[in-house]
């Protein structure tokens, strides 16, 4: 009896087993492997029904993060860190991601109707409007009702556009949407690319949206990104997200710590109850830092494509943090869902600024939704400093021989500068930017060089236009003045840039022509002071003598304007091409001669008045497509290239706006030394195409096409921060545009690499050069044609 009671004791203990280990052999293949390569520094392993992944970080650190799934939530049951030789410590456990989203409706951007009306002859199409809605910029689609005018007559009738699909104002509440993402995983895939790993786990729902959640590991570094990749298939969806990491624990060292935006070190302790709603941190250089015993992990979000265009750079809060309970706190990124100006607190709604225009989700693209994680054994303030380090601490680094430029900004300055006591005070925006690293600043006017400008210090205004019989008068009624007005008003704008001027930081006093004398908007960049009036009478000569300012031009046409910018050595630059007030153009122009002179040299570049975070570039829609497509309007014409350079398209900026998220710069290498008066070497470069354009991340301070014949030679030098993703050589052949993707994943971050890629130029008329990071920052550099005597061979491959 004995013995079989021992036996039933060893028979059930059997069955135990099997039953406890069963599950854990088959969890112990959460993850899948088959994409998985085994490398020293980056390794994933499954392990008691977890994937445990452990990589090398920055300064000899390790970093250990093991993943599970919980309920059908990816969760990350344990995150540490360890110094060199150090003891690990864990800095979370049981850690979920939270990712929220708010969608409102598309419509097109208000005015580009009337630009699209004149581009295409007043036969706007359903799918000229399809296409151009996601390119707005005049839309806030989560502002109720919205029927506010910001361009007087220029917006589209209240109930939308006749004969189309065009949704009408106002806005209604039930457009938007609002959700949490929830999870229902089972399983999750590994995947090396490169130096990276990229966990991926199916089966999140987010609303309208839904895909799968991917962790990103980079080798070499302390950086996490983790992100929602979904889509969804509803039209016109304009969308923010929101996302964070929830579970951190409170304990007797834990503490939020950030700079605001005096760049003054804060923390929080913890001392508030705990609070449903994420409580908003305007902090300085949009990242916060949550501190424990073991270490540090700090948030930001993608420091450019996170950012939709805006009038100004106002810090809107872009961190968050939440004490969930007694015992754990979130903290995360955020967008607002509305503008937020404090030049108008107090004022009505019709009075604030009319843009707020959100990503485009256009159908069935799939968006990236990431959040970024600087891990580290440091406290918080090191932690944020080595997060800073990806964007050089919010700088734009000097490179020997360069100038950066930033420009196209509606600055008003003689307005502002007068009521601030005088020309030469110093103005806010300029110290901004000289501070961010900038040296070549060219403002456009506005506000100083129209009757009236749109500042913070009032509302927009907008004079009436005549009564009566139709205006017939080409300029536009709001560029109308005297000549003795305008002359007075351009001398003192060529004071106000003398003035504000510093060594190694020069104004640059660029003009916008609106529709006039050409169609759309258009900059013309000086190399000298210079000055015009708008219209000429008849017999009038072009150019007269004035007593005091020497020759004065009466441009009454393109015609006019070119041989001014010929006489004078000025160039045009379409500011902002295919949106706006210049939807539609250059295309719609591009046979002019006045377009094929070489002294229109191109378009402007800002990514974000198409913002979609479908794209592997900025501006992978609209401006890098027009980009290359130009190019081969003028393939086969005796003229140079056309060139893309970097601009801005804000109003006022001032101490504590986010300058760095929202502006590209163009690095310009001159011959001689720009100075008061004297743009000239940065006219002359601009018009060679001697500079590249960048986020600020990537930088090409070196490139050539060398060899001859058919047998060429791509060479670049490349220095970035973030790890990149690829780079490209883009080619054209008079009518189609290919490229040659380089994987650029197996690169380290914080990088020097020197390129040399062979390229066959057989039928090719021009080629270009850029890199892109996994941040979605870039840099491009300028077209360069190729001879003529290069033919065309068939069936060319492209890889």
Known sequence: MRRLRRFWKLLLAAVSLVVYWAPAVYASSLCSLDAYKTQAGLTASNQGGALVVTWGGRGGQELRMRLGIHDGTPTIEDLSVRRVDGEWGSIGTNLTPEFRVVTGRRRLDQEQYPALKMAFHGQVTQAVLDHYKWAAFWDAPLRIPGTEIAHGDSTPPPDGIPGTNEL?????????????????????????????LEISFPGVDMGIFSGGLKYTIYKGTNLLRVEVDAKTDRDDIAYKYDAGLKGLPITPHA??????????????????????????????????????????????????NFFWTREISVNLGYTWYRRDSETSYSIGIRQPEDEIDPAYAG????????????????????????????????????????????????????????????????????????????????????????????????????????????????????????????????????????????????????????????????????????????????????????????????????????????????????????????KEDAFLMMPHPDTKGSAGYPKAFKDESY???????????????????????????????????????????????????AITETYEQGPGDDFYANNPVSYIETEGTPGLDNWKPIVDAMMKGDFFVTSGEVLIPNYAVTGTGNHRTITADVEWTFPLEFAEVVWGDGQKTDRQIIPLTDLPAFGKHHFSIPFDATGKKWVRFAVWDSAGNGAFVQPIKLPAAVQAAPDATVD
Request: proline share 11%.
């Open 595 to 645: 377009f094929t002179d070489a002294r229109y040299r191109g378009i402007g570049f800002r990514w974000a008045m198409d913002l979609d975070r479908s794209e592997k570039r900025l501006s992978d829609y609209r401006c890098m497509p027009l980009f290359d497509e130009m190019n081969n309007w003028v393939a086969d014409l005796p003229t140079p290239p056309k060139y893309m350079d």
């Open 168 to 196: 009408p104002l106002p806005r209604t509440e039930d457009e938007v949407t609002r959700a949490t993402a929830s999870y229902q995983a089972s399983s999750c895939a590994v995947k090396t690319n490169g130096e990276r």
């Open 347 to 566: 004022r009505g709604p019709e009075d604030r600024r009319q843009n707020f225009a959100l990503f485009n989700a256009r159908p069935g693209t799939m968006q990236n939704m990431p959040i970024y994680f600087e891990i580290d054994a440091a406290p918080g303030r090191e932690t944020i400093e080595a997060a800073l380090s990806y964007t050089r601490d919010d700088h734009y680094q000097a490179l020997p021989g360069y100038w950066i430029m930033a420009r196209h900004f509606h600055t008003s300055p003689i307005p502002r500068l007068l009521a601030m006591g005088g020309l030469a005070t110093p103005l806010p925006d300029f110290e901004l930017m000289r501070t961010a690293g900038v040296n070549i600043v060219g403002p456009v006017g506005g506000g100083g060089l129209q009757p009236t400008g749109t500042t913070r210090i009032g509302p927009r205004q907008t004079p009436p236009r005549p009564a009566g019989e139709a205006d017939k008068n080409p300029i536009p009624f709001f560029m109308r003045m005297s000549e003795a007005d305008r002359l007075k008003l351009q001398s003192m704008y060529y004071e106000m840039a003398r003035l504000q001027s510093r060594q190694n930081f020069l104004i640059m006093p660029n003009e916008e022509l609106f529709n006039y004398p050409l169609p759309a908007h258009n900059d013309i960049l000086i190399s000298h002071p210079t000055y015009w009036v708008n219209g000429r009478k008849p017999g009038q000569p072009l150019v007269e003598d004035d007593p005091k300012l020497g020759k004065v031009y009466h441009i009454g046409g393109p015609e006019d304007l070119v041989q001014m910018m010929h």
């Open 255 to 304: 503490k939020l710590v950030w700079r605001d935006t005096s760049y003054d070190w804060q923390s929080n302790a913890f001392v508030a109850p705990p609070y449903d709603e994420p409580a908003v941190v305007v902090s300085a250089n949009r990242t916060i830092a949550a501190e424990s015993a073991a270490g540090s992990i700090a948030t930001f979000p993608p420091p450019h």
